[in-house]
């Protein structure tokens, strides 16, 4: 059991790290449901004046995908961390903890928007798909409109906007 601190709301937890999941970036503290970061951390040394951590990740550790969202004058710079599983993006809310919502003040973003289904093929790689949720305002994918139904597989560097707020996507 190691113990770690909400950096949200600073609530105390106990975490029995051998229980996490080694493909696990986050997950939601019990308390405020903000998401806490997760990182592999398999060794830790001591030195005279600091704390040395050395991470070792597994041969066959492959980091799952993410989005860069890119700054203007409604959203801040920030990055959403994607999931194995389907993942719901779009304009954060009071209503729900949605731990892929973007902090924005962008209203022609949706509170669902996309969603990006995140899974691996048969080599155990992890794929990317790209659909619009139906939302008002439509996604623009590398410039182009997505159509009502239409899944997009995504690729490093693929561009996607969504309402006023454009982001990267990253292998």
Known sequence: ???IRCPHCH???KVDETKIPPQIQTFGCPQCKEPIP????TQKLRTDDSDTVILNLPSDYQPIG?????QNPLTP???IHLNEG???IGRK???TNNPTAIETGDKLMSRSHIAIEVKKDAKGKYKYFLSDTKSKNRTL?????????EVVALKNKDEIQIGQTRMMFEE
Do not use: A, P
């Not at 993410?66 to 890119?70: E, F, G, N, T």
């Not at 994918?141 to 139904?149: A, L, Q, T």
């Open 141 to 149: 994918y590398n410039s182009n409109y997505i159509e009502s139904g």
């Open 86 to 88: 389907i993942n719901h």
């Open 77 to 79: 710079s920030q990055t």
């Open 1 to 3: 059991m190691i113990s």
């Open 38 to 41: 997760v990182s592999l951390i």
């Open 66 to 70: 993410r989005l860069k969202v890119m």
């Open 11 to 13: 609530v105390g937890l």
């Open 93 to 95: 809310s009071n209503v």
